[in-house]
């Protein structure tokens, strides 16, 4: 690969790549606001002007104050360019770091904070703005401005989920040609010249396509703000955890913020992972945290004629003593899409243990798909579960005409999700059903017995994605107390019910998982 020099040091490119893109990938920054990754080239904040030394120097004639004749010279200086535009070439030598350099990005930086409102300490972009980033390494300097600023909208509702501050705006175009490259929806454009711009919305037009956080989300100061994180935290009290989203079977890899104060999880924000979601996530992805807390089961649930709350430990033994005397023959158990590989195997194995070739596999009945991340699939994980069954697995409907021939007496299942309703599987109620889960659903609505586990927020684990891709997520808050990951909780089932599955670790059942693992996905940008 060619290589070029950034202030001292080695840089290779691609042919073609700008000089901002090979640092990048480099892992060196250059300053910037209109530049991203994942967007085409605006060069229009002027933030990332480098000196470019070649052979044919590129000068520009100014006038230049001369003490001995006290007058204005001419003279010249070196033209800067946009590293975010400008193509490297092998050889050249770059410096984003010369005086001119810094003395352009300090001038840019002063000239965006003009009229800004600096309303740091109630702007929710406070702690990781890049006009705090950048006026820090690249200003230092107090507003030398006096007179008042321009006044531009504030608190525009710009559709259901995003509000806009006109005067926290730096018109770097992001949000807008996030909008039409990636959402492919132009529903906002720019209005009006000079310091009078404003972001608008198309006439007759909400923002309220399918990727509006994501509009937010790539905004580099507090001039968009999402209703659902708006005034809800202050960033520098997050903690963040790498995850992968449940919410569809493209699984795209995550952050989930949250407080360790209270381990509470405020929001999710996209990982890069080229190879799945580049650097998004959809709307409903990025909400999908919220399910964490509906309709949360906390407690076992022991339905017998009634509805009494126990606790989880009382729950597993309770799942025990009623599955002790059922005959392998006459229990099915059901795999779960919406849980994680290492749960799934260890239902499997029980399964086995148990006698039981009966092994169905719940799953949510899919949604609206798009051509940009969504996949039609709203499970996450129903390549995993499929993958440790090692065959292909009939639907609950199936589960439901073995009931109706009277060739059951239980069922184990895990989780509560199920494409079919409760009112459908209420034949299950005549058996002894017990179900895992972390949240209710159609499937523990007809449990005899519901044992909590945790949600995958809570774990360690990992799901397949429609590629095939094994995707790990770590575990960012606690689960509450006494509830255990599902594979613990079958491992601990099986004990009790004398069939141990041969793993108390994680690792070992990792180990187990082995050779049929599907391939892990490091692939992270
Ligand atoms: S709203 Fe944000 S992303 Fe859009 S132009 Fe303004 S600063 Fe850039
Ligand atoms: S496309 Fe699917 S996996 Fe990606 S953010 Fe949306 S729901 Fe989550
Ligand atoms: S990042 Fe290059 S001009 Fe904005």
């Known amino acids: 690969m060619p290589t070029f020099k950034l202030d001292g040091r080695e840089i290779s490119f691609e042919p073609g790549e700008t000089i901002m893109r090979a640092a990048w990938r480099d892992g060196v920054e250059i300053p910037h606001y209109c530049w991203h990754p994942g967007l085409t080239v605006a060069a229009n904040c002027r933030m990332c002007l480098v000196e470019v030394k070649t052979e044919r120097p590129i000068l520009m004639p100014i006038l230049k104050w001369d003490e001995q004749q006290q007058r204005h010279v001419p003279a010249t200086k070196p033209k800067l360019v946009p590293a975010c535009q400008v193509q490297a070439v092998?050889?050249?030598?770059v410096f984003a770091k010369s005086s001119e350099a810094l003395n352009a990005q300090s001038h840019v930086q002063e000239f965006l904070l003009l009229n800004h409102p600096v309303d740091c300490p109630i702007c929710d972009q406070a702690g990781e703005c890049k006009l705090q980033d950048y006026w820090l390494t690249s200003q230092g300097e107090l507003k030398r401005k006096q007179t008042e600023p321009v006044h531009k909208p504030k608190a525009v509702r710009f559709g259901p989920t995003i509000v806009y501050d006109g005067e926290r705006c730096i018109m770097c175009t992001r949000c807008i040609r996030f909008c039409d490259e990636v959402a492919q929806d132009h529903v906002l454009d720019m209005r009006e010249r000079g310091n009078k711009n404003e972001i608008v919305v198309s006439p007759g037009r909400e923002l309220d396509h399918r990727y509006t956080f994501m509009t937010e989300h790539v905004c580099p100061v507090g001039a968009l703000t999402t209703r659902d994180f708006r005034f809800k935290a202050r960033v520098w009290f997050l903690r963040s955890q790498k995850s992968v989203c449940a919410g569809c079977a493209t699984g795209c890899n995550d952050f989930v913020d949250y407080d360790p104060r209270d381990n509470k999880v405020q929001r999710l924000r996209p990982r890069d992972n080229l190879q799945v979601n580049r650097f998004w996530m959809c709307d409903d992805g990025m909400m999908s945290y919220h399910r964490l807390y509906d309709a949360r089961i906390t407690s076992g649930v022991l339905r017998n004629g009634g509805h009494k709350a126990i606790a989880p430990d009382a729950a597993l033994s309770a799942a025990a003593q009623s599955l002790k005397e059922v005959p392998g023959s006459r229990l099915a158990v059901v795999l779960s899409a919406q849980h994680s590989t290492e749960d799934n195997y260890a239902a499997v194995r029980l399964a086995t243990a148990l006698g039981t070739d009966a092994v169905y596999l719940a799953a949510l009945g899919g949604w609206e798909g798009d051509e940009i991340l969504r996949s039609e699939d709203n499970n996450p994980n129903r390549a995993g579960a499929l993958h440790v069954?090692?065959?292909?697995?009939?639907?609950?409907?199936?589960?439901?005409a073995k009931v109706a021939?009277?060739?059951?007496?239980?069922?184990?299942?895990?989780?509560?999700?199920?494409a079919e309703s409760a009112e459908a599987l209420a034949p299950l109620r005549r058996l002894t059903t017990v179900c895992l889960a972390s949240n209710a659903g159609p499937l523990t609505d007809v449990a005899s017995l519901v044992v909590p586990v945790a949600h995958h927020i809570e774990m360690d684990g990992t799901f397949v994605n429609r590629q095939g891709l094994s995707q790990r997520f770590w575990p960012a808050v606690p689960p509450p107390e006494g509830v255990r990951p599902a594979w613990e909780t079958l491992a601990a089932l099986g004990e009790l019910l004398g069939k141990p599955l041969g793993f108390g670790q994680l690792a070992e059942l990792r180990k187990g998982l082995g050779a049929a693992a599907p391939a892990q996905n490091e692939a992270t940008a």
């Open 90 to 93: 092998a050889g050249q030598e």
């Open 405 to 418: 021939a009277g060739e059951l007496d239980a069922v184990l299942a895990l989780g509560g999700a199920s």
């Open 389 to 400: 069954a090692g065959r292909t697995l009939p639907p609950l409907s199936a589960l439901m």
